[in-house]
């Protein structure tokens, strides 16, 4: 049984930080891409970043690039979102995904339950 256990959402004010974390448990970790998603109310749930299993290679949402930083541990077990310059429009539920890679929901096979994150304006 995997599992993928997000944290890190709250609330905070416009321009705030925060850091998301997820971590994976179950069967023996992979070589799976790790990706961050995102559900806004009303909305369907889009791509915001992904980092390969090495680390090496990451990819970003174009309306979060320069604002937010992918990255993943060196037991490669845990994967960071690091927000910054947080407007209004990034509230969301954020779901952490492990699959195949890219930007469509239908290439992740693993799924967390969602933190919620809100900025406040």
């Known amino acids: 049984q995997v599992q993928l256990v997000e944290s890190g959402g709250g609330l905070v004010q416009a321009g705030g930080s925060l850091r998301l974390s997820c971590a994976w448990s179950?069967?023996?970790?992979?070589?799976?891409?790790m990706a961050w998603f995102r559900q806004a109310p009303g909305q369907e749930r889009g791509f915001v970043a992904a980092?390969?299993?090495?680390?090496?290679?990451?990819s970003y949402a174009n309306f979060v690039k320069g604002r937010f930083t992918i990255s993943r541990t060196s037991a490669k077990n845990t994967v960071l979102l690091q927000m910054n310059s947080l407007k209004p429009e990034d509230t969301a539920v954020y779901y952490c995904?492990?699959?195949?890679?890219?930007?469509?929901?239908?290439?992740?096979?693993?799924w967390g339950q969602g933190t919620q994150v809100t900025v406040s304006s």
């Open positions: 995904a492990a699959g195949l890679g890219g930007s469509t929901q239908e290439r992740y096979t693993y």
């Open positions: 179950g069967r023996t970790f992979g070589s799976y891409t």
């Open positions: 980092i390969s299993w090495s680390g090496g290679s990451t």
